[in-house]
């Protein structure tokens, strides 16, 4: 018989709810906050994040086959890490991006004024 995996016990059914911090985290969230982050802005961050969570999952057409996935509680916990991990690298890309066009913007107009 398998034992259950004590690495990370956040996620095991054994612990209190009161104790699961990633858990209190996303309840936390406000549904504004959760559609701002769960929408990026670039349409090639979110064309990146598809295919992360494609790789992730596996690529089966699902209009061909019947998919399935099933998954236990630390598995999916790595899953939803890896995810927010992902999203949290790409929307500071997308916000550094940002940044860089709006700073030769800003440099552009002030050597035109020279």
Not at 7 to 21: K, M
Not at 28 to 41: M, R, Y
Not at 87 to 102: I, P
Request: aromatic letters at 8%.
């Amino acid at each position: 018989m398998k034992q259950p995996s004590n690495r990370f016990p956040e996620f095991s059914g054994d612990e209190s709810e009161s104790s699961n911090w990633l858990w209190q985290y996303v309840q936390s969230l406000s549904p504004e906050t959760i559609a701002q982050l769960s929408k990026p802005t670039s349409g090639d961050v979110f064309q990146v994040m598809e295919r992360n969570i494609v790789g992730l999952l596996g690529n089966l057409p699902s209009e061909q086959f019947g998919i399935t996935i099933t998954t236990n509680r630390e598995h999916l916990g790595r899953l939803l890490a890896s995810a927010m991990i992902s999203g949290y690298f790409l929307r500071n890309a997308e916000q550094r991006m940002a940044f860089e066009k709006s700073l030769q913007a800003t440099e552009a107009n002030s050597s035109e004024v020279e």
